[in-house]
Nanobody
């Protein structure tokens, strides 16, 4: 059993900052890529940022220069530092990870989501 648990969401004024965390736990052999997705009101879920095990990163154009993804492999945790938040960043943010479980292969796992609301 593998679980991803997000934390750090909340209400923030435009221009402010938040830091999301996502910790993976369970029968984990190896965590490959980790990512953050988001789904705004009435929108499809979209990729925000992704980080490989080797720490290569990629970002959606809409967040480049404002958001930073990082990870701590020893803690099985991925972070998303969000600065200069805009109203359009309001969404439920989901953690995603490709995880190898011994005897079960590699699958994509999702967290339960954490709400980020940016107010004017």
């Amino acid at each position: 059993q593998v679980r991803l648990v997000e934390s750090g969401g909340g209400l923030v004024q435009a221009g402010g900052a938040l830091r999301l965390s996502c910790a993976a736990s369970g029968s984990i052999f190896r965590i490959n890529a980790m990512a953050w997705y988001r789904q705004g009101p009435g929108k499809q879920r979209e990729l925000v940022a992704i980080i490989t095990r080797g720490l290569a990163t990629n970002y959606a154009d809409s967040v480049k220069g404002r958001f930073t993804i990082s990870r701590d492999n020893a803690k099985n945790t991925v972070y998303l530092q969000m600065n200069s938040l805009k109203l359009e960043d309001t969404a439920v943010y989901y953690c995603n990870a490709d995880i190898t479980v011994l005897g079960f292969g590699t699958s994509a796992y999702w967290g339960q989501g954490t709400q980020v609301t940016v107010s004017s």
